[in-house]
């Protein structure tokens, strides 16, 4: 008996096959992926997924050893809608997650700068065909079975305390009382489905709650520009220190002028939040945060390899090019870094490096700890390596000395910063904007739920 049988409202309700799903289970590491029946398990336990990401790691897993690329994992999940590639990096930062893959142990997807996603691991296809559905979507008579309560007793005459199966009637009728019998279970998943779909259009449109799993969330993160003058300073404060934690350091409590300058710099970057253009440094948030999720993960393997804390260069990127891998600014320093032409000499990259993510992500972390090892010795110091990749480590070291000379001691940005007037090498407008734009920065891509972004936090790609 075929499903086509059935009313057409019944098929509404089915999951869509993914292009290529089958009757077949996949086997890598220590799960089976289960397409008939969209299902990933562990040795133990069934691990809950959503659709979508479902549908990634379908892609992933049926691709093993080769390079699926963002355009087609958008195409393939979300064919009849645009979404931004922020969404598929936050969605493979979930299935990381998921499987354990935190890319210091076990390894499944490796991400391949500005193309796409690859899984890694070796992948054994097996065929299992589920018991209810058949490739061709029909019900095989024999297995399904119908209890007596939904039968006509004038159809059959088993006892009422047996099951019986359509292969042991005329299934025609037997579907016909089916239907008919279940039209109030349809009305009843109706309303549900009425009910989810206003719950979760009310979210969309600026309500609190949201939904998860087909259940109703919690409150939703407050974006910061729906945050009081007095709630942005207090969490400001909060999140300076969460960025001083990524980096190694110790809590250090800023004065109002510093913190205020970290918040000046967040809000211009929030007043371009909704910006279309797409001329450097004018672009939108989603833009410039959506293009940080393809080259994070690889600017950070590089900064670890150097042993240089990666928050520091996922956002000198940020602060330098907005990481466009190519940008000559008006001196023409060249690429994601922005190196001079002196500094790319000394650190051995060529003209033709210049443009090249992984070589410019190479040499940055290689200069990064080096003034490291210069300036980076005390509490909060790493801050003067972040000046010195912007003001020179020279003017850095002059500054230092003309305070020492006045009594302060204290080797921090926010000592130079608080005391700029003081100097006779000037500190410029650019060199005292730099590192609390790196904070505005840091602050925006470690809480992106505060400012209406995709992506993961950018520490946590891998």
Known sequence: MSLQKFPSFFLDFSEPQMEGENGHSYDFGRFRLNLPERRLSDSETQISLTPKAFDVLSLLVQRAGHLVGKEELMSKVWPDSFVEEANVARIVHTLRKKLGDDGNGVRFIETVPTKGYRLVVAVKESSETSSLIKSDRSVSVETVPVWPALVNSDLVDHPNSEPVTIGELDAEPVIQTIVKRGSILIVAISVCVLALVSIFTFSQLGGQRTIENGNLAAERPTLYWEMSDVQKGTYIQSRIAHVQNLIGDDFAELNDESVNAVRSAIENYVQRKDSL??????????????????????????????????????????????????????????????????????????????????????????????????????????????????????????????????????????????????????????????????????????????????????SELR
């Open 277 to 458: 253009s797409q001329e450097a440094f004018k672009d939108g948030l989603r833009s410039i945060y959506g293009r940080a999720s393809q080259y994070a993960p690889f600017i950070s393997r590089e900064y670890e390899k150097k042993n240089v804390p990666p928050v520091l260069g996922i956002y000198q990127a940020m602060i330098e090019s907005e990481y466009r891998d190519c940008f000559v600014n008006e001196l023409g320093n060249v690429g994601m870094f922005q190196f001079t032409h002196r500094t790319a000499h000394k650190y051995g990259l060529s003209e033709h490096d210049l443009c090249s993510v992984d070589k410019q992500s190479e040499a940055a972390a290689q200069y990064m700890s080096d003034l490291l090892s210069d300036f980076g010795a005390a509490r909060s110091s790493w801050t003067l390596a972040l000046l010195s990749y912007n003001n020179g480590e020279e003017q850095s070291r002059d500054q230092l000395r003309e305070l020492r000379t006045k009594g302060i001691t204290e080797r921090t940005f926010w000592t130079v910063f608080e005391n700029r007037d003081r100097l006779e090498t000037p500190l410029s407008e650019t060199s005292q904007s730099y590192v609390p734009r790196f904070f505005a920065a840091a602050i925006i891509g470690e809480s992106p739920e505060n400012f209406s972004l995709a992506t993961p936090p950018l």
